[in-house]
């Protein structure tokens, strides 16, 4: 049986940790549309941008998993729709 305070597999991660700065947002962010829009960048990775992804290079691949799931997400909700 579970304590209170034990959360099995997440013990000892902070949750409220988790896209607390806005590094960790700019490369989710960055991530998550870079997979939605399917258009290419106007413009280079460059400067704080490129600095950011790089130190927070698992929040961009966790963007960028959110966003082929919202592309699962949308193409099923259009199978449904008109198909």
Do not use: N
Not at 13 to 18: D, Q, R, T
Not at 47 to 69: C, K, P, S
């Amino acid at each position: 049986m579970a304590h209170d305070g034990d959360r099995g597999f997440l013990k000892g991660i902070k949750l409220s940790a988790f896209l607390d700065c806005y590094q960790e947002w700019h490369a989710f962010v960055e991530g998550l549309f870079e997979v939605l829009c399917p258009w290419p960048a106007r413009h280079q990775l460059s400067g704080e941008l490129l600095t950011d992804l790089r130190g927070d290079h698992h929040y961009y691949m966790f963007g960028r998993a959110m966003g082929v799931i919202a592309w699962l997400i949308i193409a099923k909700i259009i199978q449904e729709a008109f198909f």
